[in-house]
């Protein structure tokens, strides 16, 4: 078992460039940035990478521009950049509210939206948001650039087609039409994790993403698409039932979160009407 202080070896690259070399030439390297979820492994033992790519200091990764109509973050923006932008608060003001939500200012200061992704826990906040925006992905390598949209990029539970010599450079977000909701359910009303999250939008189209009620991040389409046509909540809130799959774990009982997701798709059809 690994411990915080087993052999840990660092490497520390100037640049993109030189970062993705050393993901092609010296891996398996697990990426570092905010660190936020790293650290807690560290200190628990429970992590068994001990080779490390530090790519906190890598400008070409960060920054929030608009580019052809579409919102650009970069992997290492942070949730205060997001909740300062007003960009972002003007165009998609769910994944404020979602970045809001995240842990203690600590946190917010120091964890990216790439780590977010890349850890890939269906409890993560920004995911459900992600996702009902129908966000891309850009990935990074020496010898390509490919945009995966987020529906596509996890595989299973905290797996993704993420290679290893890879990176995640930028999120891409679509412009978003209609009236965006976020929520989280939790232990409390801060720093704690998810136990049911859903972001969604309601526009010309109908769009419904949910966190901690499968393996991955998931859209309902079934529902989505009854809503859509008409179909009263009660109709809406029994189709969902049949699109997810949450677990009994410490923080929850499946049929708790079963009953907090129907709630949560009243909440957001009676909100935005």
Known sequence: MNTAIAPLHLLQPSSLTAALRMLRDEGPLTP??????????????????????DISALDA??????????LRLGALTTYRDIIESRVVNRLVPMLVSASREIGAVQIQNRGTIGGNIANGSPAGDTLPVLLAADALVELHSCDWVRKVPLRQFFTGYRSSVLRRDELIAAIEIPKVDGAQFFRKVGTRAA????????????????????????????????????????????EAQEILQTEIAPIDDVRSTAAYRRRVAANLLAEFWTSTR
Request: hydrophobic share 45%.
């Open 32 to 53: 570092l940035a905010g660190c936020t979820d790293v650290y807690v492994g560290l200190n628990f033992g429970t992590l068994k990478d001990n080779r490390f790519i």
């Open 191 to 234: 720093q704690s994790i998810s136990k049911v999250g859903i972001a969604g939008v309601r526009g010309t189209d109908v769009r419904i993403a949910y966190g901690s009620v499968a393996p991955t991040v998931v859209r309902v389409p079934k529902t989505e698409a009854a809503l859509a046509g008409g179909a009263g909540l009660a």
């Open 61 to 70: 990764l960060r920054g929030i521009a608009i580019q052809g109509g579409v």
